[in-house]
């Protein structure tokens, strides 16, 4: 199933902690729950910005996985730039 992403949690540090929209049915799930879905290919998960969709992917980072998207193709993740859930 394909999941379509309109807010993120996020911690003190801005990390990203959860995937959230609150219309769907699935409504929150926490980011080490969306990135074994997405490894394990049970659901993908998607930014849909006014100018496109945007997929979300895991990225394995110096400090363990996490979420970003490259809307913007840059470095900075662009999954801060969604509301908070």
Known sequence: MDRAVTQTGKDIYGDITRLCNPTATWSSVSKETAIYHIENY???????????????????????????????HTTRNNLNDLPDC
């Open 42 to 72: 049970i659901h993908t998960y998607h930014v849909p910005w006014r100018t496109g969709r945007t997929e979300i992917r895991v990225v394995n980072g110096p400090n363990g996985k996490y979420l970003r998207t490259d809307q913007d």
